[in-house]
């Protein structure tokens, strides 16, 4: 099976900018989950999707918000970037439903950074 | 609220050391806990889980086992390669139903030297 797909690897914007990414899942995966990685801050939750429904938010501003479509794949936006929103963010797939282990598959990453 | 705590790095070690990175957590209830391992310019590889106390995950060499009693799931390998260098990240699952949120430590550099 192919792994999680994100694109584009890399972008670079200018504050004020909004963006978008994508996140193409694991076949057969229903749940999408969203990671902003840094430095400082190591890696956060942003949100993850299940039958394109969002069923769980981390503590990030209105600006982040996300979608997933009824093939599974994501998208994130960001609006009205700022500095610190430079990072990686990461997209993770799993099989979702009842199931209790829930482990996660992650794709490359997305390296978003803004000037 | 729920954490997951490791031990600081870097940690650098000779090839054919034995390779302990320590992770505790807190939590109500038993959620599952995960190694993943990033490389240089790549995301995460799933490394190991474990599901319930007791349990023992293991892969490619590197073993953790759930233990409830000291809320802990230490990474083990008996003998690294320069390969293993890399950042290693211990997770738990939030809560213990049905979440794709993963709660992560902070990260463990490894460096191996031949």
């Known amino acids: 099976k192919a792994g999680v797909t994100q694109t584009p690897r890399y972008l670079i914007k200018t504050r004020g900018q909004q963006v978008t990414l994508s996140c193409s899942p694991i076949s057969g995966h229903r749940s999408v989950s969203w990671y902003q990685q840094t430095p400082g801050q190591g890696l956060q939750f942003l949100f993850e999707y299940f039958s394109e429904t969002q069923r769980n938010k981390g503590n990030f501003p209105g600006r982040f918000s996300g979608r997933q479509f009824s093939n599974s794949r994501s998208e994130m936006n960001v609006s009205t970037l700022e500095l610190g929103d430079s990072a990686l963010y990461l997209c993770?797939?799993?099989?979702?439903?009842?199931?209790?282990?829930?482990?996660?598959?992650f794709g490359p990453g997305t390296r978003l950074t803004v000037t | 609220g729920d954490s997951v705590t490791q031990m600081e790095g870097p940690v650098t070690l000779s090839e054919e050391a034995f390779l302990t990175i320590n992770c505790t957590y807190t939590a109500t209830g038993y959620p599952s806990l995960f190694w993943y391992v990033q490389y240089p310019g790549e995301g995460l590889q799933l490394l190991l889980k474990?599901?319930?106390?007791?349990d023992k995950g293991s892969n490619k060499g590197f073993e953790a086992t759930y233990r409830k009693e000291t809320t802990s799931f230490h990474l083990e390998k008996g003998s690294v390669q320069v390969s293993d260098s890399a950042v290693y990240f211990c997770?738990?699952?939030?809560?213990?139903?049905?979440?794709?949120?993963?709660?992560f430590g902070q990260g463990t550099t490894l460096q191996v030297k031949p």
């Open positions: 993770a797939s799993s099989i979702g439903g009842t199931t209790s282990s829930y482990e996660q598959y």
């Open positions: 474990a599901t319930k106390a007791d």
């Open positions: 997770a738990r699952q939030e809560g213990s139903g049905n979440t794709g949120k993963l709660i």
